[in-house]
């Protein structure tokens, strides 16, 4: 059993829809991480979050502790972010890391 | 340049030899990560170190040894690769003290083993 579970795992989109990944997870965290890979490999950090709501441009990410879930929301989703979203908890030690959702957006 | 470097990019290498992959960071964090991934499975903790003294395995350790040469350096070396081995590696770092321990990580070796 995977202490941080994703869904879905892999996601299509028509360009210009609201894309909702989800990441729920059982071990007691202090942060989640959201990353994002691209089709080249490279990880990047989009959020790194323990309570409320963070927005940057067109990406929102949410949580909610006490339910043990955090989003990540995409508005007007464009082909450019195509890629594989990953979210991770944070112990205070060590990061522990969903599989990842595979997002492919449509022109 | 990249914050967090990682070499060589791509290897490909046989079954038992002995093979190291490099870390550089110039981003000045103390806590530096190893991690593999596979298709399917995520990225899994081989090492972490949070200074030059401090070695901590992770959770799929077994084959792999790691040295931090310098707060800015760590390696990771397969003694005897072999095949599921074979793996995409990062190489991650965070800095300490900070509230929220973001990571930044490298470009990944993309490793074969035959």
């Known amino acids: 059993k995977n202490e941080v579970e994703q869904s879905p795992q892999n996601l299509t989109a028509q360009e210009g829809e609201f894309i909702t990944i989800n990441c729920s997870y059982s071990v007691g965290i202090s942060a989640l991480h959201w990353l994002q890979q691209h089709p080249g490999g490279g990880i990047v950090s989009l959020f790194m979050?323990?309570?409320g709501k963070k927005k940057h441009g067109r990406l929102i990410a949410t949580i909610n502790i006490q339910e043990k879930h955090s989003s990540l929301h995409i508005t007007a989703s464009h082909p450019r972010d195509s890629a594989v979203y990953i979210c991770a908890g944070y112990t205070g030690n060590q990061f522990y890391f969903g599989t990842g959702t595979s997002l492919t957006v449509i022109p | 340049d990249a914050d967090v470097t990682q070499t060589p990019r791509n290897r490909i290498t046989k079954t038992g030899k002995r093979i190291m992959l490099e870390c550089s960071q110039t981003?000045?964090?103390?806590?530096m990560y190893w991690y593999r991934q596979d298709p399917g499975l995520g990225l899994r903790l081989i090492y972490y170190s949070f200074d030059v003294k401090d070695i901590n395995k992770g959770e799929i350790s077994d084959g792999y040894s790691v040295s931090r040469q310098a707060q800015a350096k760590f390696s990771l070396s397969l003694e005897s690769a072999i095949p599921n081995q074979t793996a995409l590696y990062f190489c991650?770092?965070?800095?300490?003290?900070?509230?929220?321990?973001?990571?930044?990580f490298g470009p990944g070796t993309r490793l074969t083993v035959l």
């Open positions: 991650a770092t965070s800095e300490w003290g900070v509230t929220y321990n973001e990571q930044f």
């Open positions: 979050l323990s309570s």
């Open positions: 981003k000045g964090h103390d806590r």
